[in-house]
């Protein structure tokens, strides 16, 4: 289980996240480990960059 450090919110484009990954965002942004693009926006069909890839793994690594 990931650990809880904040309330997540809704994402304006929450509508355009697959189903099957709505709870693995929300959970990810809880922990702390996603925060979107900014804007309240996830832009669930860009590319991930290499860097922000990264920084999701860097922050998966170092979760307590």
Known sequence: DLP???YS????DMNKISFYATEAIKELQEADIIHGTGNN???P???TTRAEAAKIV???MNCK
Do not use: A, G, Q, S
């Open 4 to 6: 809880f450090k904040t």
């Open 9 to 12: 919110t809704d994402f304006y």
């Open 41 to 43: 926006m996830f832009e």
């Open 45 to 47: 069909h860009l590319t």
């Open 58 to 60: 860097h922050n998966l």
